[in-house]
């Protein structure tokens, strides 16, 4: 049937305007993970330590927290194409501004941080803005393919960007791989220029604080949705360690920065692989369940990592958690593009990036300061127990989580309150 949410995703490709977009964030999320590859080994050589490698994690937590509801009113106000366009030249600048330091010599930890934290403010705009803007590009019916293709195209940057970064940083070194980031937004800026749809100007009347509890109200309403995002942040809390595979390569596998590109990639190579064939299949009806069992195999994965001292059974256990994470990953998207209505998208999107991106962040603090104290692998292992734990524990607690299928999702619907006016974009 035409408006069958579970169709093959990868159909969704012939939309002109999403292919163009979905094509650029394909060349800026690989941009992007060179940056944080180079980043994390930049202060790793600077500082040979857990703890302020942790502190990468809490650098980019803070603004998720502070303004990520924030970025979400933005992302809802006027127009998104101009809204993206203005922060990825943002991320562009801070990019560019990195490689100088770095290539002058001038780079310091603080300088790392601060613009790690500048860098995490502009994205609580722009991932939201982004998510917004997709639904806007495709038929309703389509909301789910486009979520499982988005999730495929994040997932081979994690493989290709990583990997990338590695050479790059093993060859030409960590400037270079800034310099390749940089270049890489103006993918985004020039797929939005080029798009010939002009998505309705959306003006939300009401002011930035009452807006932003307009869409924390309509989640309040939508307990499967709140559900599992606040599992997905307890998981991600608990289950991330990217900021400890410099430790890994360096001292516990002894592999180096090509050894670290692989340890990053792994997991997404695992995600590529399910995510590929969920944009070639339907995606499974009984999401709710979907999500809760990806991430007890996702903890597990991690407590098998965390103990082992083979860098092949590594790779390998790290791709079974990126597959596991994408899976849910996917359902989660598409379960939210089905139940929000337009006018939240933005806000609802920047509630998802503040759990679902907040929460490892975090957890990359807390397993910095954990290996400080008990060492990496026990740090990594107790970390994925915890993931189990947590989530049999919140499939006993929500049950309603595990009852959700794709087949009967309520209604996108608006929330008591003034409603938005739509004025048309200009170009």
């Keep these: 049937m035409a408006d069958n949410p579970l169709g093959r995703p990868y ?25 944080k590859i180079a980043v994390t080994w930049q202060v790793y050589e600077l500082t040979e330590d857990a703890f302020k490698l942790g502190l990468l994690g809490l650098c980019r937590f803070v603004p998720v927290i502070l303004f990520g509801i924030a970025g979400g009113v933005m992302a809802d106000r006027g127009d998104r194409r101009r809204t993206l366009m203005m922060a990825q030249s943002l991320l562009l600048l801070l990019s560019m501004i990195l490689a100088l330091l770095t290539i002058t010599g001038s ?101 930035g604080f009452a807006a932003a509890i307009e869409g924390l109200r309509f989640l309040r309403t939508t307990p499967v949705l709140l559900g599992v995002m606040g599992a997905d942040f307890v998981a991600t809390l608990f289950g991330a360690c990217t900021t400890l595979m410099p430790i890994f390569a360096d001292d516990i596998l002894d592999v180096g920065p090509r050894g670290l590109g692989l340890l990053l990639s792994a997991p997404a190579a695992g995600a590529v692989i399910v995510a590929s064939s969920l944009s070639l299949f339907r995606l499974p009806d009984r999401a709710g369940r979907g999500i809760m069992a990806s991430i007890v195999v996702y903890g597990a994965c991690l407590v098998g990592f965390g103990l082992s001292r083979n860098f092949a059974l590594s790779l390998l256990l790290l791709a079974g958690s990126g597959a596991a994470d994408v899976l849910s990953a996917t359902l989660r998207h598409a379960a939210r593009n089905l139940l929000t209505p337009d006018e939240l998208r933005g806000r609802v999107a920047s509630v998802h990036r503040t759990l679902a991106g907040g929460g490892p962040q975090l957890g990359d603090f807390r397993a910095g300061v954990a290996a400080s104290m008990i060492g990496a692998g026990p740090a990594v292992a107790i970390g994925g127990l915890a993931t189990v734990l947590s989530a049999m524990a919140i499939s006993a607690v929500l049950p309603a989580i595990s009852r959700y299928r794709f087949s009967d999702p309520a209604e996108p619907r608006s929330v008591a309150g003034p409603e938005p006016t739509v004025e048309s974009a200009g170009s």
């Design 11 to 35: 159909r969704v490709l012939r939309h002109s305007d999403y292919r163009l977009l979905w094509s650029a964030e394909v060349l800026s999320m690989i941009g992007s993970q060179i940056q």
């Design 107 to 207: 780079i310091t930890l603080l300088a790392i941080y601060g613009i790690t934290v500048l860098t995490a403010t502009v994205e609580g705009v722009s991932n939201p803005t982004r998510q917004a803007l997709i639904p806007l590009l495709v038929p309703k019916s389509e909301f789910p393919a486009a979520s499982t293709m988005n999730i495929l195209a994040m997932n081979v940057s994690m493989v290709v960007g990583p990997a990338i970064g590695g050479v790059i940083l093993a060859t030409l070194g960590v400037g270079a791989a800034y310099l390749v980031d940089a270049f890489s937004f103006t993918a985004v800026i020039a797929s939005v220029l080029l798009m010939k749809t002009r998505p309705p100007r959306i003006h939300v009347s009401m002011g």
